[in-house]
Nanobody, 121 residues
């Protein structure tokens, strides 16, 4: 079994910064794409950013230029540096990973439990 544990959410004023972390643990052989999604109250879950094991990144339009995704492959950890936060960034942020795990070595998508990010105006 594989677990994703997020940390780093909280309350910040508009214009401020937060850094989220997500560590994957368990019987992991390899991880392909890792990333972040978010869900605001009353809205559907949307892409924030993803990163492949080779470092290729993809961002949602609303966060381009403000958020940066990175990962440490040795630690099976993905990060999200969020700068210039806006009230509309308020959401629950979910970590996501495509993991190849033992014993079957099949890729499966896992989700974290979510971490709340609140931005006050």
């Amino acid at each position: 079994q594989v677990q994703l544990v997020e940390s780093g959410g909280g309350l910040v004023q508009a214009g401020g910064s937060l850094r989220l972390s997500c560590a994957a643990s368990g019987r992991i052989f390899s991880i392909n794409v890792m990333g972040w999604y978010r869900q605001a109250p009353g809205k559907q879950r949307e892409l924030v950013a993803t990163i492949t094991s080779g470092g290729y990144t993809n961002y949602g339009d609303s966060v381009k230029g403000r958020f940066t995704v990175s990962r440490d492959n040795a630690k099976n950890t993905v990060y999200l540096q969020m700068n210039s936060l806006k009230p509309e960034d308020l959401a629950v942020y979910y970590c996501n990973a495509d993991v190849q795990s033992f014993p079957l070595l099949r890729y499966q998508t896992y989700w974290g439990q979510g971490t709340q990010v609140t931005v006050s105006s």
